[in-house]
Nanobody
Framework: VQLQASGGGLVQAGGSPRLSCAAS????????MGWYRQAPGKERELVAM???????TYADSVKGRFTISRDNSKNTVHLQMNSLKPEDTAVYSC?????????????????WGQGTQVTVSS
């Protein structure tokens, strides 16, 4: 199983980039999908998460500005970021709890995509 993230880059304050992450491989299903970020010198933090049923959770710092969505048929998750601020600068990583099924055994494991840098210039 692999998670491939795309999007990000250098954005001006107030910009609206969109991050995407696609899961591939032998996947039976995907439970929660989310985006995390880590700024220099800081710990990684949860930005947003969405359950398979579509329930969304956001960090207080991004509520009202970021929107997470997913397409279960394509095993993808997106993060629409609006009204970006310099403090949103970080490496953003996607995460998914992937369910596998092999030899009558159900497995669950969290996978991480490669981080994608988002730099917001003021």
């Amino acid at each position: 199983v692999q998670l491939q993230a795309s999007g990000g880059g250098l954005v001006q304050a107030g910009g609206s980039p969109r991050l995407s992450c696609a899961a591939s491989g032998t996947i039976f299903g995907i439970n929660d999908m989310g985006w995390y970020r880590q700024a220099p010198g800081k710990e990684r933090e949860l930005v947003a998460m969405i359950t398979r049923a579509g329930t969304e959770t956001y960090a207080d710092s991004v509520k009202g500005r970021f929107t997470i969505s997913r397409d279960n048929s394509k095993n993808t998750v997106h993060l629409q970021m609006n009204s970006l601020k310099p403090e949103d600068t970080a490496v953003y990583s996607c995460n998914a709890e992937v369910v596998t099924y092999s030899n009558d055994v159900v497995g669950r494991r969290h996978y991480w995509g490669q981080g994608t840098q988002v730099t917001v210039s003021s």
